[in-house]
């Protein structure tokens, strides 16, 4: 089951620690993005990169942090100045310049502060 | 500003009844929507999107830019269509998606 995989499936993290969650994709596309999923809520952007090297802030970008050194891969750091961290993280990615805007998923990543 | 509404939570139907579940959306400009499903313990992925005016699994959803609706029906529910259902609109370019807050369907026998 190739795509876009998240590593690891579960994660726990103590008050005031980092941790970064790993996606990473085979799939040849340009932009990738993190959502942040929790009850109620629906999907909300975190950060979105379009090419390598550059990425921007999506709607809840405060305290996290990301880095887009390769093409295939977008790591996403939760700092400890994120005030709610406990969620579901999903990674996706697409084919830029295609028109058709559809979003691959990842698994996910549910991250539980203790 | 832009946003997706899906006003209801949970929806539970009877097999063989029909299913709409409702979107409405907020947006200046000509919208592009889609439809995204998640079943259980798999990932999300595309259902359907307007610009294709395609049937997928037998749910069709209509643009409707009067209403600003995209509500999604299908005729008859099976028990498998039971998952999440997420709407989810197009935000300027970057193919940044707003999601709406989902909609449970619950098919059952």
């Known amino acids: 089951d190739g795509g876009i995989t998240q590593s690891p499936k579960y994660l726990f993290r103590k008050e005031g620690q980092n941790v970064t969650l790993s996606c990473e994709q085979n799939l040849n596309h340009d932009a990738m993005y993190w959502y942040r999923q929790d009850p109620g809520q629906g999907l909300r952007l975190i950060y979105y990169s379009q090419i390598v090297n550059d990425f921007q802030k999506g709607d809840i970008a405060e305290g996290y942090s990301v880095s887009r050194e390769k093409k295939e891969s977008f790591p996403l750091t939760v700092t400890s100045a994120q005030k709610n961290p406990t969620a579901f993280y999903l990674c996706?990615?697409?084919?830029?310049?295609?028109?058709?805007?559809?979003?691959?998923f990842g698994p996910g990543t549910r991250l539980t502060v203790l | 500003a832009q946003r997706v509404t899906q006003p209801e939570k949970l929806l539970s139907v009877f097999k063989g009844a029909p299913v709409e579940l409702k979107c409405n959306y907020s947006y200046s400009g000509s919208p592009e929507l889609f439809w995204y499903v998640q079943y259980s313990r798999q990932r999300l992925q595309l259902l359907l999107r307007h610009i294709s005016r395609e049937s997928i699994k037998g749910f069709t959803a209509d643009l409707n830019k009067g209403e600003t609706s995209f509500h999604l029906k299908k005729p008859f529910a099976q028990e498998e269509d039971s998952a999440m259902y997420y709407c989810a609109l197009v935000s300027g370019g970057y193919n940044k998606l707003i999601f709406g807050a989902g909609t449970r369907l619950a098919v059952h026998p």
């Open positions: 996706a990615s697409t084919l830029k310049g295609q028109g058709t805007n559809e979003q691959f």
